[in-house]
């Protein structure tokens, strides 16, 4: 059985300030797991996925990710916050074994940016 | 770019309506899902589909159907909305195997009356 929790349901920051969204997972096999965004009124977009090659992986729009099998974490990061940013972000696990469903998202955390 | 179309961004029926959820895409991706959205609860999967004429039940299936007649199309059906139902409605698809990511539509905002 595979989980994900995101630890913060809402996370403000100001503008110019780094941005880090928590997440850790449990997962029974090796992992893949991806960081995917919602902007208002729009679907989700992939960020960034980690599938076991490199542990720090970089996504789009200057965020990147760092897997750490020992905390088992995958948390977010970004060095400077741009208000174009604020939007839901949503951590997923699959544990690579099961079939086309065999992922499970994070409840998200809802990104603020202060001007 | 993949493109995932839901029909209708808002839909407002009344409890007992049969309701169509329609989604299309157009890159012959294999796998088509269904997930609804509801606040602190984050995605849950309702139906998904490998193939045409195939579906799965996911993790919340109850009070919902599915069709696939074609490849690109993936139809999500209330037999009978309540208002429990009330949510957004995201459809996604992928080209097959989990370490791809998915393509969303979206959504469709469906309130039950």
């Known amino acids: 059985a595979q989980s994900v929790t995101q630890l913060d349901s809402h996370v403000s920051v100001s503008e110019g300030t780094p941005v880090l969204l928590r997440c850790n997972y449990s997962?029974?096999?090796?992992?893949?797991l991806f960081w995917y965004v919602q902007h208002p009124n729009k679907g989700l977009q992939l960020l960034l996925k980690?599938?076991?090659?490199?542990?720090l992986v970089k996504g789009i729009n200057g965020f990147e990710a760092e897997f750490k099998k020992s905390e088992t974490s995958f948390h977010l990061t970004k060095p400077s916050a741009h208000m174009s940013d604020a939007a839901e972000y949503f951590c997923v696990v699959s544990d690579n074994e099961g079939g086309a469903d065999g992922l499970t998202f994070g409840k998200g955390t809802h990104l603020i940016i202060q001007p | 770019d993949v493109k995932v179309t839901q029909s209708s961004r808002y839909l407002v029926k009344r409890t007992g309506e049969k309701v169509f959820l329609e989604c299309v895409q157009d890159m012959d991706h294999e796998n088509m899902f269904w997930y609804r959205q509801d606040p602190g609860l984050g995605l849950r999967l309702i139906y998904f589909s490998y193939d045409v004429k195939m579906k799965e039940k996911g993790d919340i299936p109850e009070g919902y159907s599915v069709s696939r007649e074609k490849k690109e199309r993936f139809s999500l059906i209330l037999e009978s909305a309540s208002t429990n139902q009330t949510s957004m409605y995201l459809c996604?698809?992928?080209?097959?195997?989990?370490?791809?990511?998915?393509?969303f539509g979206s959504g469709t905002q469906l309130s039950v009356l």
């Open positions: 980690y599938t076991s090659a490199a542990t």
């Open positions: 997962s029974s096999y090796s992992p893949s």
């Open positions: 996604a698809s992928g080209p097959g195997g989990l370490k791809e990511k998915l393509f």
